[in-house]
């Protein structure tokens, strides 16, 4: 019966690998939006100058 929590734990283990990897991209794509929203927000600062 040991052989149920083995793979009660696997698949545990793979579904928080599977969420940790989706909040990290989702993280990454928050950073990247954020950071051109700056850059756009400069641009047009700079062309109103």
């Known amino acids: ?3 149920f ?4 734990g696997l698949s545990l283990a793979c ?3 599977i969420l ?3 909040w990290f991209e989702l ?3 928050a950073h990247n ?3 051109r929203e700056e ?3 400069q641009r047009a600062a700079m062309q109103d100058e």
């Open 20 to 22: 940790n990897a989706m």
């Open 27 to 29: 993280r990454v794509v």
């Open 39 to 41: 850059l756009l927000q």
């Open 5 to 8: 929590s083995w793979i009660l």
């Open 1 to 3: 019966m040991w052989y």
């Open 33 to 35: 939006e954020r950071k």
């Open 15 to 17: 579904a928080f690998s």
